[in-house]
């Protein structure tokens, strides 16, 4: 499927990102891993975004994403797995399913912490951040299964259901590290080693430059200028993943930045 604009993130950047998009009479498609996996989410009380005097983080996304869906943005339930240059635009993976877009405005937050010891190097041979798309290329074979969102549970299932061995760990405090000459060969968990064939990897939020080779970044944010955008043409960033302060209306104002910026890029496309 084909949109003017593909938003990565439901957040306050993100919704805001997709709802400039909307009012400049753009198609858009919003995807997020859930609102309860966003770090906003779990605030009891904020009094610092304005118009919203003392309510809770889980009060704001809500209202946040019931706007999006009443402007007619597309919010889809999933994780990206990848993000690619295309001619002309863009392709998004995520899950099984492959989109298409002419611009895209990344919002994916802030990861709680790097890649792991051996993840990038294994990164498809035995290590996936997608149990959808490949939890049945480990059918009968042990698994491991590191979840820091509110879905690892539902993903251990799949995995079962699937026929797969599956050890779980959710403790983000733990040292993990994915061991294998070539292919996934063990993961070891606080020092001990569980050998095993796949490895899946579920958090919050990815670094954005392990879904979009090329990315350009600043240490751990997405580097960009004051427009939003980044080093590829046609890709902005907004929010947490592009810088601190991690603050809800400073979320919110760059993504109607993004979302102005990428709007005038698409002008200039047709």
Known sequence: MHYDG????????????????????????LFTGGLEDI???????????????????????ETM????????????????????????????AAGQ??????????CTGIAPAGVFPGEKELLGRGVSYCVTCDGMLYRGK???????????????????????????FTQQGKKYAVEGDGRVEALTVGGERYPC??????????MPDALMEGLAMDG???????????????????????????QAAKAAGEGNVAGISAARYLETKE
């Open 197 to 206: 064939q796949g490895v899946f990897i579920l958090r919050p939020a990815t």
């Open 97 to 106: 399913d492959f989109y298409q877009c002419g611009a895209l405005v990344l």
């Open 6 to 29: 593909i938003v990565v993130g439901g957040g306050p950047a993100g919704i805001s990102a997709a709802l400039t998009l909307r009012r400049r009479n753009k198609t858009v498609a």
């Open 142 to 168: 042990d698994v491991c299964l590191v979840g820091f969102t509110g879905q690892t549970e539902e993903e251990a299932r799949l995995l079962e259901d699937m026929g797969c061995r599956v050890k779980v």
């Open 39 to 61: 770090p906003l989410y779990k605030a009891k009380q904020i009094d610092n975004y304005p118009g919203c005097p003392r309510i809770s983080g889980r009060e704001l996304l």
């Open 220 to 246: 751990a944010h997405v580097a960009v200028g004051r427009d939003m955008s980044t080093n590829i043409p046609g890709v902005f960033a907004a929010g947490d993943c592009a810088g601190k302060p991690y």
């Open 65 to 92: 994403e019931r706007q999006a869906r009443q402007e007619g943005v597309e919010i889809i339930s999933g994780r990206v797995t990848a993000l690619m240059p295309m001619e002309p635009g863009f392709g998004v």
